[in-house]
């Protein structure tokens, strides 16, 4: 065999190891691993043949790297959902097994900014009525929720308390949301969102803007929330299609 041969196979081997350790239960989600002097002596490799494999291990989501601190066995999210699929934030911790919760922070109306006008297609001088929330799971922060109504829709003397969203809206509004569209980014540490939802400085933020339509088509909702990266992941189901 090859000298670059052999080299393949011994990183290819550390892969496989780390992630029988991984399944196993002897590597736990979270936990730091040796220096590379210590753990390329310990596995009996080059440090070029370690790096090699965490560089790999770390493309595909096993580990993270942390510049100065340390390599890290990434954390599984614990929420897992199709994005397709129009599902409260309240069903996807049910799922889990978890009790959720909610810590209403503010509701009441407000003016909107250029982007709600034109995701809700709103009025000139209407004003919205804003929902500010944290979801929990089993009493720990996991989302942060934005949402948004246009005021018209949601009488004057309305008060919203720790109840579904969607409930508020077909009770006070007698709004049947029909579908949604969604799109998703990912953003860095955020001053005050990430510390409301206790995240390390390392872990990102996954932001879901939907915009939700009733029955007729109209836009009735407009909803930003900001997910902890390290509790949750969404999956996309995509067709081939042929032009």
């Known amino acids: ?46 440090r070029t043949t370690l790096r090699e494999a965490l560089r790999i291990l770390e493309e595909e989501g096993i580990v993270i790297r942390k510049h100065g601190i340390g390599t890290f066995i990434n954390r599984k999210p614990i929420f897992s959902s199709g994005i397709e699929e129009l599902i409260s934030i309240t069903d996807m911790i049910k799922v ?94 955020h001053e005050e969102i990430s510390k409301i939802l206790q995240c390390e400085k390392e872990s990102p933020l996954l932001v879901l803007k939907q915009t939700h339509y009733d029955l007729h088509e109209k836009p009735v909702l407009y909803s930003i929330n900001f997910f902890r990266a390290d509790k949750f992941r969404f999956s996309v189901f995509r067709k081939r299609v042929k032009f």
Request: charged share 35%; net charge negative; aromatic share 8%.
């Open 1 to 46: 065999m090859s000298l670059d041969g052999y080299q393949r196979s011994r990183y290819l081997l550390i892969i496989e190891k780390i992630k029988k350790d991984i399944e196993s239960g002897i590597l736990e989600p979270g936990e730091k691993l040796p220096s590379e002097n210590k753990l390329a002596k310990d596995l009996g490799v080059s």
């Open 96 to 189: 889990e097994g978890k009790t959720p919760g909610t810590r209403l922070l503010f509701s009441g109306y407000t003016d909107p900014i250029e982007e709600d006008k034109s995701e809700l297609r709103l009025d000139d001088q209407e004003s919205v009525f804003l929902v500010k929330r944290i979801r929990t799971a089993d009493s720990e922060p996991m989302v942060y929720c934005i949402d948004k109504i246009p005021e018209h829709l949601i009488p004057k003397d309305s008060v919203f308390e720790n109840e579904s969203l969607f409930d508020f809206m077909d009770e006070k509004a007698a709004v049947t949301i029909s579908y949604a569209t969604a799109f998703i980014e990912t953003i860095g540490y």
